[in-house]
């Protein structure tokens, strides 16, 4: 059973700059790919980023392209989203996600499979 717990979310003024980190336990980290997802308020909740086991392969949602980078410490089982330029849209709850052994899973990856953590609130202030 892996337990995962999110950090670094706050409030921000549009432009800014957050890194949001999830530290996991339980498990051994580096048989997961990574990913992190968000519910924006009212809003289903949406894929952001994932990287694969090694930290080698790394999939981004097109609405955060270039903006953000996920990457991960295998070292110290964390995984990170680095966030910069955030706008008002990008407020939401951001969940960390453990997911199988494949990257290519992560996008679709449902509440019921892999794990989850309990999300960081993120609010971009205009």
């Known amino acids: 059973q892996v337990q995962l717990v999110e950090s670094g979310g706050g409030l921000v003024q549009a432009g800014g700059s957050l890194r949001l980190s999830c530290a996991a336990s339980g498990g051994t980290f580096s048989n997961y790919a990574m990913g992190w997802f968000r519910q924006g308020p009212g809003k289903e909740r949406e894929f952001v980023a994932a990287?694969?086991?090694?930290?080698?392969?790394?999939n981004y949602a097109n609405s955060i392209k270039g903006r953000f980078t996920i990457s991960r410490d295998n070292a110290k089982n964390t995984v990170y989203l680095q966030m910069n330029s955030l706008k008002p849209d990008d407020t939401a709850v951001y969940y960390c996600?453990?997911?199988?052994?494949?990257?290519?899973?992560?996008?679709?990856?449902?509440?019921?499979?892999?794990?989850w953590g309990q999300g960081t609130q993120v609010t971009v202030s205009s």
């Open positions: 996600a453990a997911g199988g052994s494949s990257i290519a899973t992560m996008p679709t990856l449902s509440s019921l499979d892999g794990y």
């Open positions: 990287v694969s086991r090694s930290g080698g392969s790394i």
